[in-house]
């Protein structure tokens, strides 16, 4: 079945330091979307990517949706602690499989920040 | 502008019993999708709903039914509840079954004892 291998799980960094995580698989896919989440509470959407290529901006956070279709990244850069939660990468496959809307998700990155 | 709203915060049923949870999208759209999220994992998908039909469904048993209404809200429902369905259920709204963002409510955490 269709994966995706989010990496790294976990990451503990210094405040004011730039971050970077990348979600990869054996499939392609349409759209990537990026999501953060606060402990009991649901993801909140982060960035959306849809053209292979694209590369996207919001705020300090910047992702790619790979030339593949295979992968992705997002960056943070200058850490605050407020970016503390777990980020996942999800990916809706593409048309005609069957599975368009069926969102696929990574198993998180949890960040923690340093003051 | 309401974003996605679910009911109940928290749930604790018994093994064998039956529940529902409630969901009710973000204005604007048409298009329920429901997933599990066990703790440590990520969201994985149940089924959407779309024109009060199902429309795709995940690997889940039968057990796991739901349904749409005209104003677009939804239900989810799991019958003979076993101790691993104790999870966090996410609803998540959008415009169109190919509707690709999908935006999330706070999720409703059952535990099965």
């Known amino acids: 079945g269709q994966q995706l291998n989010q990496s790294p799980q976990s990451m503990f960094i210094q405040e004011g330091e730039d971050v970077s995580m990348n979600c990869t698989s054996s499939?392609?896919?349409?759209?990537w979307l990026w999501y953060k989440q606060d402990p009991g509470e649901g993801p909140v959407l982060l960035i959306a990517?849809?053209?292979?290529?694209e590369l996207t901006s919001n705020g300090r956070l910047t992702a790619q949706f790979g030339i593949t279709r295979k992968d992705s990244f997002l960056n943070i850069s200058a850490s605050i602690p407020s970016d503390v939660g777990i980020y996942f990468c999800?990916?809706?496959?593409?048309?005609?499989?069957?599975?368009?809307?069926?969102?696929?998700f990574g198993q998180g990155t949890t960040l923690q920040v340093k003051p | 502008d309401a974003g996605v709203t679910q009911s109940p915060t928290h749930l604790i049923k018994t093994r064998g019993q039956q529940v529902t949870l409630r969901c009710s999208p973000k204005s604007g759209h048409d298009t329920v999708s429901w997933y599990q999220q066990a703790l440590g994992q990520g969201p994985q998908f149940i089924f959407q709903?779309?024109?009060?039909?199902?429309?795709q469904r995940g690997n889940f048993p039968d057990r796991f039914s739901g349904h749409q209404f005209p104003n677009y809200s939804s239900e989810l429902n799991v019958n003979a509840l076993l101790l691993g369905d104790s999870a966090l259920y996410l609803c998540?709204?959008?415009f169109g079954t190919g509707g690709r963002e999908q935006y999330f409510g706070p999720g409703t955490r059952l535990t099965v004892t």
């Open positions: 999800a990916a809706l496959p593409m048309a005609g499989s069957g599975n368009t809307g069926k969102l696929i």
């Open positions: 990517l849809y053209k292979a290529g």
């Open positions: 998540a709204s959008s």
């Open positions: 709903y779309y024109e009060e039909e199902e429309r």
């Open positions: 499939s392609i896919f349409n759209t």
